[in-house]
């Protein structure tokens, strides 16, 4: 039994989709790292070795003080685009009219993680000298809503929604968070996902890759008119009208069989059209989804986590409900983030066995990630031969960016979630245009409907945007006032002009400062500022890939803490 005062240290992991780790200590998260930032292999599936060891060496805690290590999700989930067309999918699609029945989820999940394989993450934990802890396994949804509820921002009853592709056979789940309680009212199966069903499958369908380019449909959709395409879409996919909490899919198909359906339903559209369609038809039907669970329930405080919560333009509307009285989007909302969920989780549970006191720590700040001192930054620019790296203050950043130099910041920890927030970020002047040509075929070879970001103070946030209010994530857009879009516009979608703004403030005291630098000289009170990358790769982990993604793109300048390394 823990004594009263002995801090209570929970170790999660996460080993499928974007696997990672976290260590949290008495509700606090200490350290949360995702296993690409460290092998920069990009949304890395499998046991995540060395995230595990790094947690600790990150918060400085030794593997023996930890009380116990929470798993997430009861069965492991790989990269679908692995696994697709083996048996498992050929009888998923065959048997799919029995997949939505609750005692079918209920025995395969049961039945099948009796056969989770956890063999990698006990040779890591032995290495380490842990392998005796007390694993608990805590099921998908559970690790999403867990995550952004128990460190929600604020303290009184609230309505947690999940909304996801799938993990441990569900896809949604409605909530009712009391104290240190999470009460599950309704859940929605993986044959009836909105996220596979329509969004997915639809990314699929126009010949990205599913569950990593959603992004690029929601940012192809204001391009296109929805209006010939949605009753198609209407018929796969509902609200259950007998069951307002769920959704329902109804063409009777899944998988490979829901692509044959929208190949025959979709026939001769536009594909602009078709990712209008998807993401209004997706606002549509979640928003339903929302106002039938505040109905239910009569909580108007919202918390949301799960992959589909990464929808900016969903995210919105759901903060613009008049049901809604307040609402927090969960930052790493996707699978990456349930190491956090699954430690939170475990450290409740934990405390309720033991007799111990459970805290609670309102979120803050994100930058979980590892930072570099600065004898190891001198001693990497002197091994690399970095003759010309020079110290800079924020007013040679800024004035270098004013004249339209593009340059990426590497500093401090790496944030969690798949948001660069400033610390692995590409900064630029956001009323440059020619800025958007330049990072987009000379750096990060993207696609050119994509839009960027804007990282704007918090004091100039009001200036920018309508409704505007904190929001420091990136996981929220924003309309913005006609005034002043012009100042940031290069940080705008370029056709419907809205931002997903990180709103800058203390946190990150080195971020905040260049940008008030950059207002100094031109009066603009943000920065374009997109994730430190390359094309198919994670955010860069390391000195060494920052370097070496410098050298292979077409940056100005790479600002190490305070280092500028230019070409
Ligand atoms: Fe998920």
């Not at 996707?334 to 459970?358: F, H, I, L, P, S």
């Not at 007013?395 to 948001?419: H, M, N, T, Y």
């Amino acid at each position: 039994m823990a004594l009263k005062n002995t801090p209570v240290i929970t170790l999660g992991i996460h080993d499928g989709h974007n696997a990672g780790a976290a260590l949290i200590r008495d509700g606090e998260v200490l350290s949360a790292i995702s296993e690409e930032r460290l092998n920069n292999i990009k949304n890395f599936s499998g046991v995540p070795a060395l995230a595990i060891k790094k947690v600790f060496e990150i918060a400085n805690v030794q593997p023996g003080d930890v009380s116990s290590i929470a798993i997430a999700s009861l069965l492991r989930l790989d990269d679908p685009m692995k696994v697709e067309g083996n048996k498992l999918h050929f009888l998923a699609e065959n048997i799919a009219p029995l997949m939505h029945q609750k005692w079918f989820i209920k025995n395969s999940v049961f039945i099948l993680h009796k056969f989770r394989k956890i063999k990698g993450i006990t040779q890591v934990l032995n290495e380490l000298g842990i392998g005796d802890k007390k694993i608990y396994f805590i099921e998908h949804h559970l690790t999403h809503a867990a995550c952004a509820y128990y460190q929600r921002p604020w303290d009184d009853k609230t309505l947690i929604l999940t909304l996801d592709g799938m993990g441990d056979g569900l896809s949604a789940t409605v909530n009712i968070g009391t104290g240190f309680n999470i009460q599950r009212i309704a859940q929605t199966s993986f044959y009836d996902s909105i996220g596979n069903n329509l969004y997915s499958e639809i990314t699929a369908f126009l010949g990205m890759k599913r569950w990593e380019h959603e992004y690029k449909i929601m940012g192809l959709a204001p391009y296109g008119r929805y209006e010939g395409v949605i009753d198609s879409l209407k018929k796969a996919i509902r609200v259950n009208p007998e069951k307002p909490l769920e959704f329902e899919n109804i063409s009777g198909h899944y998988l490979k069989k829901m692509q044959l359906f929208y190949q025959k339903a979709l026939a001769g559209q536009r594909f602009d059209n078709i990712a209008a369609g998807t993401q209004k038809l997706f606002e549509e039907l979640v928003l339903e989804w929302v106002k039938n669970s505040i109905k239910e329930t009569k909580i108007k405080k919202l918390v949301c986590a799960g992959g589909s919560f990464l929808n900016v333009k969903l995210n919105k509307l759901i903060r613009e409900l008049n049901e809604v009285s307040d609402v927090f989007f969960y930052p790493a909302a996707e699978d990456g983030g349930t190491a956090v969920g699954a430690a939170m989780e475990g450290y409740y549970r934990y405390c309720q066995n033991n007799k111990t006191k459970a805290k609670k720590i309102n979120i803050t700040n994100v930058y979980y990630g590892q930072s570099f001192s600065s004898d190891e930054i001198e001693e990497f620019i002197k091994s690399k031969k970095l003759r010309f790296a020079k110290k800079v203050t924020s007013d040679q950043v800024a004035k270098l960016l004013s004249e339209g130099k593009i340059i990426a910041r590497f500093s401090g920890r790496d944030e969690w979630g798949p948001r660069a927030l400033g610390n692995r970020s590409i900064m630029a002047d956001p009323r440059n245009m020619s800025v958007i040509r330049k990072i987009n075929f000379a750096i990060k070879m993207r696609d050119f409907w994509m839009p960027f970001a804007p990282a704007v103070l918090e004091e100039d946030q009001s200036r920018y945007f309508k409704k505007s209010r904190f929001a420091p994530y990136m996981v929220e857009a924003f309309d913005t006032k006609k005034d002043a879009e012009k100042e940031i516009i290069a940080g705008l979608h370029p056709y419907d002009l809205t931002g997903r703004p990180q709103i800058v403030n203390h946190w990150n005291p080195g971020w905040q400062e260049i940008i008030r630098s950059f207002k100094k000289i031109t009066g603009v009170g943000g920065l374009l500022n997109t994730s430190f990358n390359l094309h198919g790769y994670p955010l860069v982990g390391s000195l060494e890939t920052a370097l070496w993604t410098f050298r292979n793109s077409g940056l100005d300048g790479l600002l190490i803490e305070d280092w500028l390394i230019e070409k």
